[in-house]
């Protein structure tokens, strides 16, 4: 296929939905990038597309959080369906501890002291890593302590997150699909039509949920946000003993919710 048959298939998709022409984009850049790899194909044919300035598609600016039913289908889609136990417990993780996708996916085994209860995300596996050049640390609870444990028993290689059968990170686009399969999921079982949520919206509910459990800057630090102004400057505290409170409070709220 040409450039100019992708794009006559993306720019009539853009008129029903800008979102699903977005990530039809994405996923078949990524599908030519293998085929490339593998020379089952020459070269990348909508490597240079962008979906902003080529197809006119405006940034969406979301606002979903997960309401307590969708989240209690969520676990419940989750725990039942056949999705392999890593992406089970990734996904859990993501929820629980309210981090950014890539932060997960590119930990290290490490990365986690079990004797001082510690998750040191490096410089370079989280944002604020190239200013502050300082890793993130976030507390592991009992019950975080539990799921990791049992990720690196899966996982051969260094990584929490290994691809199956290889000792390979995790790849970037694999936890793009999860929503996907957790909807399809409640769509077959449950005749549940879930709205569409991504992976970080599961930031966004946890952090909604943290401001009914905690203080606002307790809530920033558990995101990996920078504290306000002079505050960052002169507060080096680290927080960990009120960031493991506040994510108890939380996996235990969620709990009730699943429950």
Known sequence: MSVQDWLVILENKVKESESIA???LINAKQMLKWAVKRELITRNVL???NPMSDLQVKKNVTNRVLSHEELKLLWL?????RMTHKNKIFIK???????RNGELRLAEKSHFDFEKMIWSVPPENHKMGESTQKPLLRPITKDTEILIKE???LSEGKYLF????SKEVMGRGAPLQLPYNIMQYLRRHNKYEMEHWSIHDLRRTARTNFSTL???HIAEIMLGHKLLGQW??????DYLDEQKLAYEKWFNKLMTIVN
């Open 47 to 49: 490597f240079d597309i």
């Open 93 to 99: 993780l993501c929820l629980i501890y309210g981090c």
């Open 151 to 153: 990720a690196m028993s």
């Open 22 to 24: 977005a990530r039809i």
């Open 162 to 165: 290994s691809n199956d059968g």
């Open 232 to 237: 960052q400057v002169y507060d080096k505290y």
């Open 214 to 216: 905690t203080e606002p």
């Open 77 to 81: 889609a989750v725990n039942k369906s």
